[in-house]
């Protein structure tokens, strides 16, 4: 049996200055750990009251929530971190790995791209996460390109 992963993973991305958050997570069965037969987030949805709004880069914080849940699974606030998420979708007729990759041509190498794990009943999505450039409070980054 391997380490628990997580709660590491949540202090190496804040040493990234990616900004963590705890979410609920699911058991051996893809029960949620909120504990509701009809959750429709299982294992996606905050332990915190303010969901995004507490994520922090602060490792005390951080090791504080992971003590106490563990197996919570890592929630990432994007706007603070400088970082925008994209869902590729290739389900149900959709050709998104294939714009995927003009864009990334187009862009070439200023587009910097991690795979997520694959979920295991979609193998056919992906989740790329982009780094931008950082904007001041309160405006919009001016895109990947501004890098
Ligand atoms: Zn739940």
Redesign the pocket.
Same mark, same amino acid.
């Given at each position: 049996m391997t380490e628990n992963p997580k709660p590491e993973a949540a202090l190496e991305y804040a040493s990234l200055r990616v900004y963590v958050f705890p979410l609920?997570n699911?058991d051996a069965a893809g029960a @949620? !750990? @909120?504990?509701?037969t009809d @959750?429709? !987030?299982?294992?996606?949805?905050p332990r915190t009251e303010h969901g995004h709004l507490d994520a922090t880069t602060d490792p005390a914080q951080i090791r504080r929530w992971w003590t106490a849940w563990p197996d919570a699974n890592i929630g990432i606030a994007t706007g603070p971190s400088g970082l925008i998420v994209i869902d590729v979708d290739d389900r149900e007729g959709r050709h998104g790995t294939d714009v995927w990759r003009v864009l990334v041509e187009k862009l070439g190498p200023r587009l910097k791209t991690r795979r997520s794990s694959r979920r295991p009943r979609a193998v056919s999505m992906s989740t790329t996460v982009l780094p931008v450039a950082r904007s001041p409070a309160g405006t919009m980054p001016s895109g990947p390109a501004s890098t």
């Open positions: 609920h699911t @949620c !750990s @909120c504990g509701r @959750c429709h !987030s299982a294992g996606k949805h």
